[in-house]
């Protein structure tokens, strides 16, 4: 589904934070990308959307290069995007902050279909996302993505800031995201439990490139061999 080589991105041109980064992704996949803060995790998620400055390399969606681009058409090709932080419109409502999840798309995913899978943000349809709780707004930042129906979905920190007990319910749903509904997982997670639940193999970046790269029953094993290159 995704193929990533030889990536060489950043934000000024002549000072790349990717350094010929390679990946690849297949549907009902999940690879985790770890590594210190800094490392060029988040870099390379708006690379592939395009938000980042390409230099070098191929990004390749069902074998169709995306390079070049613009996020929009991006998006609507079937890649989602759940972003690092609260990732929701505070001064919407629930129901509105999905709403434009599927503006743009010929067939959002209904808010019915949403509320089901979160059945929380149904009992708060009407409240403005900054009042819900950090794990709430979490809920709904992953439910506006699925609005657009991605086949491929993104997801910077996910457990950034929520409580310790609400990280094993995200990795439930998102779990059940790959095995249901067969979707991809690119997960961005410094979270060393969550990402050996979920990942079938992680990447780890050090100042932009590839320093280890692991099955996910390894990172769940040899949890020593992960923390190294994290700092823990």
């Known amino acids: ?31 985790a990308v770890m590594g210190r ?37 991006i998006v609507r090709a079937g890649i989602g995007l759940v972003p690092q932080g609260r990732g929701v419109f505070p001064g919407l409502t629930v129901e ?39 794990g709430e707004q979490r809920q709904l930042a992953i439910a506006r993505a699925l609005a657009a129906r991605p086949r491929l979905l993104l997801l910077d920190e996910p457990s950034e800031g929520i ?14 995201l790959v095995a249901v509904d067969g979707m991809a997982l690119l997960l961005v997670e410094q979270s060393l439990e969550l990402a ?12 932009g490139r590839e320093v280890d790269r692991m099955s996910g029953a390894v990172l769940a094993d040899e949890p020593a061999r992960i923390e190294r290159h994290l700092g823990l």
């Open 196 to 207: 050996a639940r979920l990942a079938d193999e992680c990447l780890v970046l050090e100042d």
């Open 37 to 73: 803060n800094g490392a060029g995790k988040s870099t390379l998620v708006r690379a592939i959307l395009g938000l980042a400055r390409r230099e070098a390399g191929t990004i390749l969606l069902e074998g169709r290069s995306i390079a070049g681009w613009r996020t929009d058409r």
């Open 163 to 176: 409580q310790p007990s609400l990280v094993e319910a995200l990795g439930e749903t998102l779990a059940e």
């Open 96 to 134: 509105e902050n999905l709403r434009l999840g599927g503006l743009g798309h010929r067939r959002p995913l209904p808010a019915a279909a949403l509320y089901a899978r979160f059945p929380v943000l149904a009992e708060r349809r009407d409240r403005d996302a900054a009042s819900l709780s950090g």
């Open 1 to 31: 589904m995704l193929e990533v080589r030889g990536l060489v991105a950043g934000y000024r041109p002549g000072a790349p934070v990717l350094l010929g980064v390679d990946l690849e992704l297949a549907p009902g996949r999940v690879l």
